[in-house]
């Protein structure tokens, strides 16, 4: 079945204290994507990878950080997270190209105390 | 730059009846748009697309859209709602043209609710 995968789904930490959001996809696509969902802002974009190590920020990357090591990977990392990085993260897949539609994962629900 | 609007919080329709999901956009060059449907606690699923050719493009569950380039509009119609319809509906896009057609512009979202 053609899925992207994210782990964990909830995850409740502390300030300060770093963390990985895993992103996975098993339908070889080029182009991985990172957003943040939050009440009233929709969801907006926070970095994309066209292909392993091409990675390039979207509209709101700060405190975060990627990597693409792997076509099917493509984590997210807050290296300190802070209160206001508390949100709905989704990572998404697609095939090459603008016209790609693109495939999201189930969601990670993070908090921040 | 791109960008999305989505004027309305909130559609209320009541079943059987057709509904329309309205969606505008600015960007520099030709657009690429998106329909996406989320139900709660799911992530995001395609409904349709428009790239180029027919302005009127059919999606899936009996959605369509009409991109209309003089109006910049995208709105999302389907003929008889169903209860089943209702979810949070986000238009997207794309500038093909642009050196950084990667980006992907959402609107807010716009929550449709069916009223039995």
């Known amino acids: 079945e053609a899925q992207v995968t994210q782990n964990p789904r909830y995850l409740i930490t502390v300030t300060g204290k770093k963390l990985t959001v895993t992103c996975s996809q098993n339908?070889?696509?080029?182009?991985m994507s990172w957003y943040r969902q939050d009440p009233g802002l929709g969801l907006r974009q926070i970095y994309y990878s066209m292909n392993v190590e091409v990675t390039d920020k979207g509209d709101v990357p700060e405190g975060y950080k990627v990597s693409r090591k792997e076509k099917r990977n493509f984590p997210l990392i807050l290296e300190s997270p802070s209160p206001n990085q508390t949100s709905l993260y989704f990572c998404?897949?697609?095939?090459?190209?603008?016209?790609?539609?693109?495939?999201f994962g189930p969601g990670t629900r993070l908090t921040v105390l | 730059a791109q960008s999305v609007a989505q004027p309305e919080d909130q559609v209320n329709v009541a079943e059987g009846n057709p509904l329309t999901v309205k969606c505008t956009y600015s960007v520099s060059g030709n657009p690429y748009l998106f329909w996406y449907v989320q139900y709660p606690n799911r992530g995001l699923q395609f409904l349709l697309k428009?790239?180029?050719?027919?302005?009127l493009v059919k999606g899936s569950y009996g959605f369509e859209a009409e991109f209309n380039k003089s109006q910049t509009s995208f709105h999302l119609k389907k003929p008889s709602a169903l209860v089943s319809d209702s979810a949070l509906y986000f238009c997207?896009?794309?500038?093909?043209?642009?050196?950084?057609?990667?980006?992907?512009?959402f609107g807010i979202g716009t929550k449709l609710q069916v009223i039995p």
């Open positions: 428009y790239i180029t050719g027919d302005n």
């Open positions: 997207a896009v794309r500038d093909p043209d642009s050196g950084g057609y990667q980006k992907v512009t």
């Open positions: 339908m070889n696509h080029e182009y």
């Open positions: 998404a897949s697609s095939s090459s190209g603008p016209g790609g539609s693109q495939y």
